[in-house]
């Protein structure tokens, strides 16, 4: 199963993966996990994309696709199947992500498009807290740490990010919309779009999925 899921900031598109890659036996391919473990590992990829990081600038669509293929490339043979998590992020992407696929015999299942309203994301974003040492997500309404300020997993020190906060969340979701319509209709050209309901709780979004994974098995 290959799929593709699209959502605002603060839709639950990680949280949902999280809790599906192990079920589903799938690949979970987050650009920013991704990003972060390349320039950790100081591959050539990951030093280009530091270089772009570092000076403030977007890193470019092709380097992002070439970092996707190089996944692709080394986990094809498994025929796990992948859930792909912040990519595709424009049109050309999607069309990339496609051409990529393609090379290795493979297909796009569906693109789940999770739909959250802004009142929902600014609540989940603004309460969202971070652990500086292993990056385990907390929030301080439904899911908070047994000690406050401290993370469960190894101790860390939790933190808010900088951007999570009302001004900035606002400006990411008019952007977002304005740059991922393309993308929604490109799935949607191909037949391929499903929509949920991404305010409901996480288990009801979860349960919507599985839904549809059947659904699309049968």
Do not use: W
């Not at 990951?46 to 293929?69: F, H, N, Q, W």
């Not at 900088?162 to 008019?174: G, L, Q, V, W, Y």
């Not at 929604?184 to 309901?197: M, S, V």
């Amino acid at each position: 199963m290959i799929v593709v899921l699209l959502g605002a900031p603060g839709a639950g598109k990680g949280t949902l993966a999280g809790a599906l890659k192990d079920q589903l036996g799938a690949h979970h391919i987050s650009t920013g996990d991704l990003i972060r473990a390349e320039i950790k590992a100081g591959s050539p990829i990951g030093l280009e994309i530091k270089r772009y990081v570092e000076s403030g600038g977007l890193v470019p669509d092709e380097v992002v696709t070439k970092m996707i293929a190089e996944t692709v490339k080394k986990t094809a043979q498994d025929k796990k199947g992948y859930m792909f998590d912040g990519f595709p992020r424009t049109s050309s992407q999607a069309a990339d992500l496609d051409k990529v696929l393609k090379d290795y015999g493979l297909s796009i299942d569906f693109a789940l498009y999770m739909e959250a309203s802004l009142a929902v994301v600014l609540k989940r974003l603004t309460g969202r807290r971070v652990c500086r040492k292993c990056g385990a997500l907390y929030h301080m309404t439904n899911m908070l740490p047994k000690k406050a300020g401290v993370c469960d997993k190894c101790g860390g020190e939790l933190y808010q990010r900088t951007d999570d906060n009302e001004e900035t969340i606002k400006k990411r979701m008019s952007v977002y919309n304005e740059s991922t319509r393309p993308i929604i209709d490109f799935y949607k050209r191909q037949g391929k779009l499903k929509t949920i309901n991404a305010d409901l709780e996480a288990g009801e979004v979860k349960q919507a999925l599985l839904k549809i994974l059947n659904e699309q098995r049968h």
